[in-house]
Nanobody
Framework: QVQLVESGGGLVQAGGSLRLSCAASGSIFGIDAMGWYRQAPGKQREFAAT???????NYADSVKGRFTISRDDAKNTVFLQMNSLKPEDTAVYYC?????????????WGQGTQVTVSL
């Protein structure tokens, strides 16, 4: 079994910062790409940021310059540093990872963590 567990969400005022963490645990041989997606109320889940095993990052235009994704492979953890937060960043943030389990690589999702940005 593999689990992705997010933490770090909460309530913050506009202009503030939050740092999300997502730790993968279980039978893991290696982790390829890791990423963050978000889903606002009444909207579809959307891409926010990804990072490859080699450290190449990609960001949605809406978060570019404000969010930074990073990873700690020794701890099987991915982070999302969110600065200059806006009310429109309010959403449930989900961690995603491609995890190699010895025979195949499978895609996993975390349970989500709520981020609320107030005016």
């Amino acid at each position: 079994q593999v689990q992705l567990v997010e933490s770090g969400g909460g309530l913050v005022q506009a202009g503030g910062s939050l740092r999300l963490s997502c730790a993968a645990s279980g039978s893991i041989f290696g982790i390829d790409a890791m990423g963050w997606y978000r889903q606002a109320p009444g909207k579809q889940r959307e891409f926010a940021a990804t990072i490859t095993a080699g450290g190449i990052t990609n960001y949605a235009d809406s978060v570019k310059g404000r969010f930074t994704i990073s990873r700690d492979d020794a701890k099987n953890t991915v982070f999302l540093q969110m600065n200059s937060l806006k009310p429109e960043d309010t959403a449930v943030y989900y961690c995603n990872a491609d995890i190699y389990r010895g025979r195949s690589t499978l895609n996993y999702w975390g349970q989500g963590t709520q981020v609320t940005v107030s005016l």
